[in-house]
């Protein structure tokens, strides 16, 4: 009864070695352009998770059979976009030289640059899947080379041709996709032929990042740029399970912006496909 | 011009007489665990039902053509469950012993407790057909018997193996799901199988309770637990439509939480499955 | 550095005179009944139209290839509905006077009239075509003659028998839908038989007129009468690409309300689908 | 238990013919020209008047000791502002020919224009006390002669010089102030001077109408028309009653506009100075 | 860096066993009668206080030189009062037993109870000063003793006469004032005469129960039952002040409902109540 | 009519060669710790401006007499602190390079250092006076030392000792307030003490910069950092008036955050005081 006042998401309560994968919070938005917010991400869905269940009926798996460790927020330096990558990059490379999986909550989508540099020096052959309505591969914007317009760009930097699938791209400028069209595999509105990839993929490292723009904003408005003509929840989770048979090193939910849906519908979406993808990609007890 | 202000549901102004039809509203939602506010669900219903219209293009009927009365809202005791279902269980009865309809506007899920209770007296083989995402099969929550979340094993307390038939559920406990599975018929997810049912039930007393939150969160936000991954308006409706052929014997629309949509379309969504509710059982003049 | 801030809607900043497309707002919303509040949609769409490319990756289209021009708002007189239209229909004969396209940002649909004198008296063999929730065919509305309500009835005291076509009506009274059925064409709920429409109308002139509440209100929550069951942002815009073939001279969207979504959802809706429905009417440089 | 719903303001249940007060809803908000809504202030306000007792310690008066008839709402025409006014004054007209005062709650600053009309044909000799941040004098607004600014001078073309007194005007063209220094008293700002006023208007008739948005923003947020500098609910009340001395023949409340305060506050506001208006003017049974 | 969550108010992340105040979270709200929310308030004011600074410019302190344990959110029980009342008269007991203050976050008002029951028994003559806009007198309410507008007089059955004072009263039934003048100490809107009452309590165990709705509405909206007419908030903290000087054996903060306030001020404002009442009431380092 | 949309605040449409004032918009809002979105304030500001007049009750003045040139919004790089401050300083050295008064619009309080940066070139005796409810006065803040925190001290950097006058403080951590009080003049709450200040600055060129949170949040709610205990309007609008006999050589406003007041009365409140700021610092033409 009278114990220190622990939050974590829900059914992820356990201790940092005995869990198999470890989510944190990357709290950062200074370069989203359009309308910021996302800094609130994380703590806002720990405090709602508990509107939701533990139990999948859709995994028929429970999260209380998992071990999972919340490390909470990380601190992060506003405005310095460099240095906060550090910060994430820092954190990330603790887990996985732990052996364990990172799962991050953004923030904007910039953070995966930070996570991805951890993660990609661990496994030099990694992949990314990435799940988002818009292309983010300008290769600077408004004369920026770190932005959250840039991110898959910076991490094409890392990686190179061949290594890069988008799904569900529905926005972005001109010259995005035709630069894309050389560089990275891009599935635009929808998730067809993700299960080709995921065939290709096998055995491989794969880091999955999915930006919750993907989904329709009559499912998920509370985000900083939404774009009409996504997918449903359905599709989504039905990305996440063709995709949970992979070698999943690292992952990342990003992009929910609280404050733009005060139904609180957005953030219990959040909610729930990261409950779903921790029981897709971790292991059970 | 010099009336009484009298307001009803649009189109529900009959006189309880000659009425075939009763809906009232039970502003209660003490037993709430998440996010309350379904008291003030019948009171904002009516006031927002002058923005649709008395026809349905659908059914291709007019509330003006059917005998509908609107009792207005019980004053029930915030804070004391089982009195307030006593209130609830009195006014239904009544209702019923005239050889009407009960249509109740909750309110959390609990209420239809105490309207079951005095159907079932009437109707001792009475079945129900839920619509809901979820179970709401706990035994106890948090120690209580009388929740929202255990309402439906409560009416089983009285009705027994066979005789309720959930579709939509998309969220619950495992142990919930393990219990229903010997008790009651639960399809998950949608109305697949909804039309076997009804022909099964051909002849019998039937009471339909909505839980308005088998609507995907992005058509119903406006609820206490939103869970993504729900039907449509055209898959709610089309259910409606099939039990329509059946003997409803008492209705309910309840968890409607209008504080948590401030755009209005909830309680829009929830007058017009009001509406449909009604014509699909009721008789014209 | 040092200019005039000229707001426009994104990509629009042509000049008159090489323009092919005149955008402009028509802020009124007088004689609607339930919600008010259309009249701040033209304003609100510029300002939030940056949140937006360009570029389509659905046309495979930029707007900095089409020449528009964004003649801001005119200004309405409040409260006097017949004056207010008259000064919509001016406006609109200048432009099509000069043979430009007008494409009105609304307000209630009932600008939609005022536009309709201006290009009906221009191309006398006018065809309507109207994507929309409500029928808008009663004669008169609370004794009005000139009604959001009546829009489509006095446009029709215009054009006559035949000429107006409706895809997506889901709601009216049944004299609407009686009247109706003997005086145009309508197809309830979505846009099944189109392209058939489309296939009779070619060569000739044709007004599209979109009332955005044509769209599920899940998509599109900030209208002022939202109604269940509606249609999808792909369906819209597969809509308005079956009839880009035509030979559009007026077009119009109206009844986006956005103090109703304070997501933006709405307005990031309507801001897309004027990009598209400029790109499949208009004619690149 | 089985009566028909009937919804008046909170203690306003009495009979017509046994009433002093009767106060009723003017939804009209037609030529509003910044932001609309106060259509719905008097509906919102039934409804949330049970957030508020009937007991008032300011007074020491209890509503249920006060004979008061709530006639509910016009059904006024929108978009036809001269016809709207027309239902105004005939309604008033039968409510002061009976010998009662009428009450009415806007609708914008204009509805009481109808009010006026039917009251100075009663009492010739009508004087108005004005409590609003708006002079609302000018002669016409956007070429309109009936505006919600202009109504005060529609008012004083029946009226005349001297009639007019005005308190906590702060917004307003020059040239209102400069036309009403010659024919209205106008004290700017709060209520100084008003005890003198309401000695020299001793056993005259007066009408009274309280634009509420002479609150301060902070206290009365929703409105169509906000402006800094208000007076406060204490001082309001004291104005109230210093006012209730005289003779009073009407007055209304208006400009509530409960859109634009999601918390409620406004509405709330507004149901505790109707209350006090009605325990101020009105006489113990 | 990998450490669990643990989420306190800001500045009150000591030990139970150095603190010498106890703070938690009494999440109930179910005997509310209008409008529910507040079992968010101690969640959602711990999350928010990191916007606040932990120093005070107003008394010169700091948190940090202060030893407070924040125990995080009691578990209660739902729509059983007794029980939930009992979880928090034994978590109390426990507090007061190990010779702490515990400082309540509420919930509605009743949870005042739970804690008096506890801190009475501790201190046989324990006194109380209230500060609330209601009086919450009620012998009962809809026939329920156990109620937010009862829990005074339920806490008087415990003290009986001449133990209670009340400032600031603004709201309640004709009766409950009548009652109230032979057995406690009112002051109605206002904290007139705390001076004086201060001065008599010199010496003797006071709880100070703070219903935040003692502010002004403009201060203060997110609250159940917002009452125009109340305290600033330099006047609440002059309030607290003018307390300090005396024997503080228990205290809490109540009726906070984060969702009315969408602006987040109202949880701001609670935040720094809080903070000055911690400084006030505790010891430093 | 067929003219280019340009859009201003309000009566600031002049030529930028005949204006003696440049108002601009620096929309950035990277630092901010708490909330952000001030990076909006200017394009909501002009939006909404059109609900308040030119002309001012409280100055007498009308803006229409005023020669003010709106040069929209800067572009500036979300992310990048540093070019973002350039950018803004480049602008305001045009501007004061011209023999102009620069009137920024925020953003947060950060750009204040740009604008401050290149006045402080032209008139190396600059001083600046502050409104303000947060010190600003940390030397770096989460290792940053460019921070919407530190502003002021980037300030004193260029200034030093004794130029830098405070009024409304109230919020900071306690070495602020310590370092002040050696190297500025600071006034805690309120404006006392500012006519005395004012007298010892006549003559110097003044640099007014406005953190509209210095308001109490009752009025003023939309901002990143409410802190309880602030000013009135009037209050304000008194200090500016005392101010405005010095030499104002350049000034801005800043903090508002518009998407946290969806009431539009921080806006509203916002649009008053710049004009209020224009009519008292400007020249009459």
């Given at each position: 009864?009278?114990?220190?006042?622990?939050?974590?998401?829900?059914?992820?309560?356990?201790?940092?070695?005995?869990?198999?994968?470890?989510?944190?919070?990357?709290?950062?938005?200074?370069?989203?352009?359009?309308?910021?917010?996302?800094?609130?991400?994380?703590?806002?869905?720990?405090?709602?998770?508990?509107?939701?269940?533990?139990?999948?009926?859709?995994?028929?798996?429970?999260?209380?059979?998992?071990?999972?460790?919340?490390?909470?927020?990380?601190?992060?330096?506003?405005?310095?976009?460099?240095?906060?990558?550090?910060?994430?990059?820092?954190?990330t490379r603790?887990v996985v030289q732990?052996g364990?999986?990172p799962?991050?909550?953004?923030?904007?989508?910039?953070?995966?640059?930070?996570?991805?540099r951890a993660v990609a020096e661990q496994y030099p052959d990694l992949?990314?899947?990435?799940?988002?309505?818009?292309?983010?591969?300008?290769?600077?914007?408004?004369?920026?080379?770190?932005?959250?317009?840039?991110?898959?760009?910076?991490?094409?930097?890392?990686?190179?041709?061949?290594?890069?699938?988008?799904?569900?791209?529905?926005?972005?400028?001109?010259?995005?996709?035709?630069?894309?069209?050389?560089?990275?595999?891009?599935?635009?509105?929808?998730?067809?032929?993700?299960?080709?990839?995921?065939?290709?993929?096998?055995?491989?490292p794969?880091?999955?990042?999915?930006?919750?723009?993907?989904?329709?904003?009559?499912?998920?408005?509370?985000?900083?740029?939404?774009?009409?003509?996504?997918?449903?929840?359905?599709?989504?989770?039905?990305?996440?399970?063709?995709?949970?048979?992979?070698?999943?090193v690292g992952?990342?939910?990003?992009?929910?912006?609280?404050?733009?849906?005060?139904?609180?519908?957005?953030?219990?979406?959040?909610?729930?496909?990261?409950?779903?993808?921790?029981?897709?990609?971790?292991?059970?007890?």
């Open positions: 009864m009278l114990n220190k006042n622990i939050e974590t998401f829900i059914g992820c309560d356990n201790e940092y070695d005995e869990s198999g994968i470890v989510i944190f919070g990357a709290p950062f938005d200074s370069t989203t352009s359009f309308r910021p917010g996302t800094r609130f991400a994380s703590k806002v869905m720990r405090g709602e998770s508990f509107g939701i269940e533990t139990y999948s009926p859709y995994q028929n798996k429970d999260l209380e059979d998992f071990n999972v460790y919340d490390g909470g927020d990380l601190e992060l330096s506003f405005g310095n976009t460099e240095r906060a990558l550090g910060q994430i990059e820092e954190y603790k732990d364990k999986i799962c991050m909550i953004g923030g904007e989508h910039l953070v995966t640059l930070g996570a991805v992949h990314i899947i990435q799940f988002d309505a818009h292309a983010d591969l300008r290769d600077d914007y408004l004369d920026e080379k770190l932005s959250h317009a840039t991110v898959i760009h910076r991490v094409w930097d890392i990686l190179g041709d061949g290594r890069i699938f988008q799904f569900g791209i529905r926005s972005g400028d001109r010259s995005e996709f035709e630069w894309g069209r050389n560089h990275v595999f891009t599935n635009k509105f929808n998730f067809n032929g993700l299960e080709e990839i995921v065939e290709s993929l096998k055995g491989k794969v880091y999955l990042t999915i930006d919750l723009d993907v989904l329709d904003p009559s499912v998920f408005p509370g985000t900083g740029t939404p774009e009409a003509g996504g997918v449903s929840f359905m599709e989504l989770l039905q990305g996440i399970l063709t995709v949970s048979g992979l070698n999943i992952c990342d939910v990003n992009e929910l912006s609280p404050i733009y849906d005060q139904s609180g519908v957005s953030t219990a979406v959040a909610c729930k496909v990261l409950r779903e993808l921790i029981l897709a990609v971790g292991t059970e007890k």
